[in-house]
């Protein structure tokens, strides 16, 4: 029976040191037809908001230390690329080097520094509580930190264009995924249809009525436009 996507391997792993794992494996982009990497990553989104609530009702004493939260594809270089589009399979050893890996890091926590770091796709796609969700079991965090959505893949390491690219070019017109979109975390002009700010500040202004306000809100990296439009909205 043909597979139908997206499916994906939905993993949890919870340590004896209450650390946690989530990891939704999507198969592999050189079998697969335009793939929707954002769709994919909201049904991701929507697995962790329901883990977490599930947590909350029957796990809410335990804390986590650390957590991370991986969205995976597997990703063939050009030649192995061609080699499968000419015999429908990939050599054997296809899958054996962390090249032919691509990872999106959500978010990831450690009670080391005490911060959450979240990518604006979670942030975007997620429901306003689920970051509070989130924070109720982590054992101390100070800070979230928000930044671009971007992709981990050994295949182009020093490759700006692959790494931090809306539209990396490998993999929508090489791999022909053509609605493949990064979107970057905009909070200095509009592009939301609705809405008081009309970007990503009016997911952050919802998310933050949830969070505990002891907890401070971050952009990494911002720079000073996005600085002032930060505080403007209240969110310094």
């Known amino acids: 029976m043909k597979k139908k996507f997206p499916i994906e391997d939905h993993d949890i792993s919870i340590g004896k040191k209450s650390s946690a794992f989530l990891k939704f494996d999507f198969g592999d982009l ?50 192995q690329y061609k080699f499968f589009l ?12 962390t090249e032919n890996y691509l990872n999106y890091n959500l978010f990831n ?11 604006s796709a979670f942030l975007e796609l997620s429901q306003p509580h689920t970051l509070s969700l989130i924070t109720e079991n982590l054992e101390k965090i100070d800070k979230i930190g928000f930044y671009n959505t971007i992709s981990v893949c050994d295949l182009f390491p020093d490759s700006e264009e692959f790494q931090y690219s809306p539209f990396p070019k490998y993999i929508t017109n090489f791999l022909g995924h053509k609605k493949w979109f990064n979107h970057d975390l905009i ?31 971050e952009i990494l990296g911002a720079n000073e436009k996005e600085k002032k439009c930060f505080d403007f909205a209240g969110l310094f």
């Open 109 to 119: 926590y450690s009670k080391k520094n005490k911060q959450l770091q979240v990518q």
């Open 86 to 97: 000419k015999n429908k399979r990939y050599k054997k050893d296809y899958g054996h080097n």
């Open 187 to 217: 909070i200095d002009e509009q592009f939301y249809k609705e809405g008081l700010y009309k970007n990503n500040l009016d997911d952050l202004v919802e998310a933050r009525k949830f969070v505990d306000p002891k907890i401070k809100f």
């Open 30 to 79: 050189g079998v697969r037809k335009n793939v929707d990497n954002y769709n994919e990553i909201s049904i991701a989104t929507e697995r962790i908001h329901n883990f977490f609530v599930d947590h909350n009702m029957t796990n809410n004493n335990r804390k986590f230390s650390e957590l991370n939260c991986l969205v995976s594809y597997m990703i063939p270089n050009e030649e």
